[in-house]
């Protein structure tokens, strides 16, 4: 298996290179930038909520800003945007940011942009991911609100960060064959506006011991937390920035 796809699949070798220090270290290279543009790739799927509920913010309507979000991936690729990157100088999720606000102040880029060739390939439409991003920034945005492009920008990309954490250990559970245990303990880590079940509620409705049930919550919380601050390592520079990054994460989602 190559460091790239040791990477995205988890595994713990630290000096596996981020997906942040692949798409930086970015060179001249056909290989180099391949494995850049597969980790790029990935970090899209991520980020791509948080950029379309920014870019609605700037008044465009859904298709167009879906269109918009979609040439903009297809831009980084196109012109290896990623390359010029200095991971030293801020985070992924900045620079991503920052690299879409001259996108959309370029009045050729967005004039252009339903018309430029080979986005919907590179990251093709989800119909779930773009339902999400439309609720939230009609749940969370509000005109006129100081800095509220940004914030909600903050805000969809703690939500979409918690999201592939939540798919991944989905996908964890359903590849063991425990997907109605993962369904019905998922609230531990979600929350909701409901109390918690008791765990006397959950042995009749599961037919487990509480026993095993605590055992189960305790290993699903567990899990929770690493592939949370998995998919954040893969944004940032170092190990030694994830515990700030994530403390950030969590005041944003409790604001």
């Known amino acids: 298996m190559s460091s790239l796809a040791a990477t995205l699949h988890g595994q713990d070798d630290p000096f596996a290179p981020t997906h942040w220090s692949v798409i930086v270290a970015a060179g001249g290279t056909e290989g180099e930038s391949e494995s850049a543009a597969v980790a790029l790739a990935e970090l899209c799927q991520i980020y791509w909520m948080p950029l379309y509920t920014f870019v609605r913010t700037r008044g465009y309507s859904v298709h167009d800003a879906q269109d918009l979000t979609q040439s903009f991936f297809a831009h980084l690729i196109e012109h290896e945007i990623y390359a010029r990157a200095d991971r030293a100088k801020g985070k992924f999720r900045s620079f991503l940011l920052a690299s879409l606000k001259n996108f959309l102040a370029d009045s050729y880029s967005h004039a252009h942009a339903v018309k430029r060739g080979g986005a919907h390939d590179f990251l093709p439409l989800d119909e779930g991911r773009t339902e999400a991003a439309e609720s939230l920034f009609q749940t969370h945005f509000e005109i006129g609100e100081p800095n509220g492009e940004d914030r909600l920008f903050e805000r969809s990309w703690a939500a979409a960060l918690v999201g592939a954490g939540l798919e991944r250990l989905a996908a964890e559970y359903e590849a063991e064959g ?38 189960h919550v305790t290993r699903l919380r567990m899990r929770y937390r690493e592939l949370l601050r998995a998919e954040v390592r893969q944004t940032l520079a170092s190990e030694a920035e994830v515990d700030g990054e994530l403390h950030e994460l969590f005041r944003v989602l409790s604001s």
């Open 178 to 215: 425990k997907q109605n245990v993962f369904q019905q303990l998922k609230v531990f880590l979600t929350g909701s506006a409901d109390p918690l079940p008791s765990y006397d509620e959950l042995v009749e409705k599961m037919g487990l011991p509480a026993s095993t049930l605590r055992s």
